[in-house]
C-alpha cells in the first residue's frame, strides 16, 4: 500500500464507510512493520470509534490481530476445552471460581491471563500473591497440565496477538478503548489465539465497566459471540452486573482469599458465589450439558469439595503453597495496618465502582502505568452493596493500607464513593442477559 492511500482509508472511514478484509489487513500490516505511522492509525482508531464498526470490519480486525502472532494448539487435549473471560471489573475474582468449577466437572481450562491495569485487577497480579506461585508457563506445559489436571493459568506471551498489545497501548493514549468493535475484535482475537473450542465472555455493564449502559454492555457481547462462532468457537456470554464491586475483596492477596472461601464454602450466596456458579454453569452449557443439569452439577461440585481440591492440585503444580486453600489468610501476605470505615446508619444507594478501584489501586494493589511494583498485600473490603441497610456500628469497607496515613487518606474519601440515604434501595440484579445460550 503506498503511503497516499493511508490517508484516503482514513477518510472513508470518517465519513462512514466500510473497509474491506483486504484494506484493514494491509493498513495494520504496514503498521506492524513501521510503515504507517502511529499518527495515521491513531486517526483511524478515532474515526471507527465515532463512526462505529461494521460486524464485517469486526470480524476482520479480529483475523488480522489472530494472525500477527502465535497460537496456541489444544487439540490433543481430551476437551471439552473450554476458556472464560471477563471484560474486567472490580472485586471480579470468578476465574479463580469458575476453572477449578469447570475442571472438576471435567472440562479443561487453558487459560492465558493479564496483568491488572488502571482500575480493574489482573488475575496474574493476584495469583503471584500466593508464595511460590508461578505465571511463567510455556504454552506446552499450559497445555500438558489442563490435561492431567484441569486448569492451568499463564502469562500470555509477547507472542500471543502482538498486535493488539500495540494497538491497546495506542487506544489507551488516545481514548479510543470505548468502541464495540474495537474491543471485541481485541478480546476475541485473544480466546481465537488460546485455542479453546468453547468461549464464555462475561461482560460487564455499570460504572466500573467500558460499557456503563447494559444496552451497550448487550450489544457488546452480541457481536463477541457473532465473532466467536463466526470463527468455529461455541460462544456465549453473560452480561454482569459491575455499578458494584463484585466480591467483597479489591486488591490481590485479598481477593485470592476471597475467592478460596468461597471454593470452601463460607460464602454462600453473596454475589461473587453466584456469578461464579451462573458463569459455570452457562460454560457447561456451551460444552452440551442442557441448563438445569449444568446448574445442579455446579453446585454441587462447590458444595462437595470438588472444586476447592482442583484448586489445591492448580495452586500446587503452578509451585504455590497449597496449605493456602486450608487458611488462606494465614499464608497470603498480610497490610501492616487495617482500619474499619464506620458510617452512619442508612442505605446503601450506590457506588462510584470505578473511583473505588481506583483507591484500591491507590494503595499499592493496581499500577497507573505497566510496569509499576504492587503491593500484594493492601486494598480494601467491602461489606455492604446496594439495598443493604446499615446500622450505623458496623464497619463498610476495612481498608487494609501499608501505613495508617495510606489508610486515613481512603477512609476520607469513602463517603463520596459509597452513597448512602435514609430511604430504602432495591438490590442491583446481578446477571443482566444471556447471550448465545439459549
Ligand atoms: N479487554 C480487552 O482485552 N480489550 C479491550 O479492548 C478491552 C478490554
Known sequence: MTTLEIPVLIARKRDGGELTGDELRAFLGAYLRGEVEEAQ???????GVIRGFTDAEAVALTEVLVASGDTV???????????????GGVGDTTTLVVAPLLAAAGAQVAKLSGRGLGH????????????????DLSADEVASQADRIGLAVAAATQDLVPLDKKLYALRDVTATVKSPGLIASSVMSKKLAGGAQHVLLDVKSGDGAFMEDPAEAEALAELCVRIGEAHGRRTGALVTDMSQPLGDGIGNAIEIAVAIEVLRGERRGDRLTRASLALAAAALQLTGVPEGQAAETVARLLDDGSALERFG?????????????????????????????????????GFSCRRLGELAARLGA????????????????????????LDGDTPAVVVHARTEDDAQGVIAELADVIHLAPEPADPVELVQARVGLD
Open 366 to 389: 493496581g499500577r497507573q502505568r505497566q510496569g509499576d511494583q504492587l503491593d500484594l498485600s493492601v486494598g480494601l473490603e467491602v461489606g455492604v452493596r446496594t439495598g443493604d441497610e
Open 313 to 349: 492440585a492448580f495452586v500446587a503444580a503452578q509451585g504455590g503453597d497449597p496449605s493456602v486453600v486450608d487458611d488462606p489468610r494465614a499464608v497470603l501476605p498480610v497490610a501492616p495496618v487495617t482500619l474499619p470505615w464506620i458510617p452512619a446508619a442508612g442505605t446503601v444507594h
Open 73 to 87: 494448539d489444544l487439540s490433543a487435549l481430551r476437551g471439552p476445552t473450554v476458556d472464560k473471560h471477563s471484560t
Open 120 to 135: 480493574t485487577g489482573g488475575t496474574l497480579d493476584k495469583l503471584e500473591a500466593i508464595p511460590g506461585f508461578r505465571v
Open 41 to 47: 492509525v491513531a486517526a483511524l482508531l478515532m474515526a
